[in-house]
């Protein structure tokens, strides 16, 4: 009796995780238009940011959330980082049916990888330093398992194995 062994791996690049954070893009530009909640240039600094934290390999999650003035989650999407992903493509952005609700706004939480969290302060601000960070990141208290909400799986965003997968929080 005879066995094979296939072994399939992934290889991807940087390339493939900003082809991934297009779908991302998209959603962030939709949801914030259709809010009204964020300017066009905000939304390129709050990108740009998280693009070169999933480039190092220090993003895990991120969530776009809509709170009220009680900052209780309202809406929420999360994109969740795969590097063993097995998707070569991914999805098409959408399902923003985001409403501009008054008495609300917006916010991003990130959510780090060990690895970042091994870094010293000091390397952490050389790094957001050296990647021209726009945004003034600080410490959020959203419980960003929003359990008042109720979940829904969305798209998945790929290339070549690194995945972007989506929830969406109603």
Do not use: C
């Not at 399939?8 to 530009?29: H, M």
């Not at 009204?36 to 905000?42: H, M, N, P």
């Amino acid at each position: 009796m005879s066995y094979n062994t296939i072994t399939a791996t992934s290889t991807y690049t940087v390339v493939d995780i900003r082809k991934t954070f297009e779908g991302f893009e998209a959603d962030l530009r939709m949801i914030a238009k259709r809010t009204e909640k964020w300017a066009s240039d905000y939304v390129d600094k709050v990108f740009h940011d998280i693009v070169k934290l999933a480039e190092a390999k220090y993003l895990k999650t991120v969530d776009i959330v809509l709170l009220n003035t009680a900052t209780i989650p309202i809406r929420a999407a999360k994109y969740t980082v795969n590097e063993a992903g097995t998707s070569i493509t991914g999805d098409r952005a959408g399902g923003n049916d985001w409403n501009n609700l008054p008495s609300t706004y917006l916010q991003v939480v990130v959510s780090y990888t060990s690895a970042w969290h091994l870094l010293t302060q000091q390397q952490k601000d050389n790094f957001q330093q050296s990647n021209n960070f726009q945004i003034g990141w600080s410490s959020s208290s959203i419980d960003n398992n929003f359990p008042n909400l109720s979940k829904q799986a969305a798209q998945n965003f790929a290339s070549n194995g690194y995945e972007l997968n989506k929830a969406n929080y109603k």
